[in-house]
């Protein structure tokens, strides 16, 4: 199984990336964004208790967010997939430990963290404009998309160090063009993949 987590902060391109990167090597694509709007146009209880953090910049509660991420899991079959792309989760350090253990008892940890490192002001450029056609109230307001910005320092950020110190963190340019990035991308997974079947990598 090849379990990647994709970071970066909101408007880096993870969205984008990630779709490209499942249909290339076979992944499940985990959004714990796509899967709280889903449940939010629900118009369940649960869904307007995830509304009330995302419409503020505020991350959902750790034991929440993993609640809804274990039976998203549960309803997909992981065995017919190559693996799994985790696209913005882990957002916290509970959340990471959490996805460990998770994975852990299935034996098939994460290979690889990729991060997308993109200028504030560019992520901020670049949510405001898809705001315009999103229809999503907290890309429109510049004030809540930088609120959103300093909640990825606080506490998001930290995870690179958690994974680094697993060898398991790369950063990567996200302000290239799509392709660029992508191609980015696939050389270090390839990497990872062949270093893990003990290839020889120059």
């Known amino acids: 199984m090849l379990n990647i987590i994709l970071f970066g902060p909101p408007g880096s391109g993870k969205g984008t990336q990630a779709l490209k990167l499942k249909l290339k090597y076979a992944l499940i694509h985990i959004s714990t964004g796509d899967i709280f709007r889903s449940e939010i146009n629900s118009q369940s209880s649960l869904g307007e208790e995830l509304?009330?953090?995302?419409?503020?910049?505020?991350?959902?509660?750790?034991?929440?967010?993993?609640?809804?991420?274990?039976?998203?899991l549960g309803e997909n079959d992981l065995e017919k997939s190559q693996g799994i792309i985790?696209?913005?989760?882990?957002?916290?350090?509970?959340?990471?430990?959490a996805l460990d253990t998770f994975l852990a008892e299935r034996k098939e940890p994460i290979q690889v963290v990729l991060s997308l490192l993109v200028n504030?002001?560019?992520?901020?450029?670049?949510?405001?404009?898809?705001?315009?056609?999103s229809g999503?109230?907290?890309?429109?307001?510049?004030?809540?998309?930088?609120?959103?910005?300093?909640?990825?320092?606080?506490?998001?950020f930290p995870l690179a160090a958690y994974y680094t110190a697993q060898n398991k963190y790369v950063?990567?340019?996200?302000?290239?063009?799509?392709?660029?990035?992508f191609t980015s991308l696939c050389n270090h997974i390839n990497r990872t993949v062949a270093l893990s079947e003990g290839a020889d990598v120059i």
């Not at 985790?86 to 430990?97: C, H, S």
């Open 51 to 72: 509304k009330s953090y995302m419409d503020h910049g505020q991350l959902v509660p750790d034991e929440l967010t993993f609640r809804v991420l274990k039976s998203y």
């Open 86 to 97: 985790f696209d913005g989760f882990p957002r916290t350090i509970p959340q990471a430990e």
């Open 120 to 133: 504030e002001d560019e992520v901020v450029k670049r949510i405001v404009l898809r705001g315009k056609s």
């Open 136 to 156: 999503r109230s907290d890309d429109n307001d510049e004030t809540i998309v930088r609120k959103r910005m300093q909640v990825y320092r606080d506490q998001t």
């Open 171 to 181: 950063e990567l340019n996200g302000e290239g063009s799509i392709e660029e990035v």
